[in-house]
Nanobody, 125 residues
């Protein structure tokens, strides 16, 4: 059974940093396309970052470029979202997602079958 469990969310002041982790089980993170999404209050789900399962290339949405990075550790079967210089507009529930067949870089929610439960990130001004 494929499972994804996010940890690492919390309350942080603007300018601070957090690292979100997504522990995967039931599959190897190296063999699936993986991504991070977020849903801010009153807004639609937004694709934040992804790693292409074929060539390892990464995508970041423009609003987080230069501040966030996504990585994966195959020895721990875990994916990460490193978030620096956080802003109040980064406040959201963050979800990791995975799918064995997704292609392309821009993360689209409908293309991912497996989701974590989400972790809350709150950035105070």
């Amino acid at each position: 059974e494929v499972q994804l469990v996010e940890t690492g969310g919390g309350l942080v002041q603007a300018g601070g940093s957090l690292r979100l982790s997504c522990a995967a089980s039931g599959f190897a993170v190296d063999e699936y396309g993986v991504a991070w999404f977020r849903r801010a209050p009153g807004k639609d789900l937004e694709g934040v970052s992804s790693i292409n399962r074929n060539d390892g290339s990464t995508y970041l949405v423009d609003s987080v470029k230069g501040r966030f990075t996504m990585s994966k550790d195959t020895t721990k079967n875990t994916i990460y979202l490193h978030m620096n210089d956080l802003k109040p507009e980064d406040t959201a529930v963050y979800y990791c997602a995975a799918d064995p067949q997704v292609l392309g870089l821009v993360p689209i929610p409908a293309f991912y079958d497996h989701w974590g439960q989400g972790t809350q990130v709150t950035v105070s001004s």
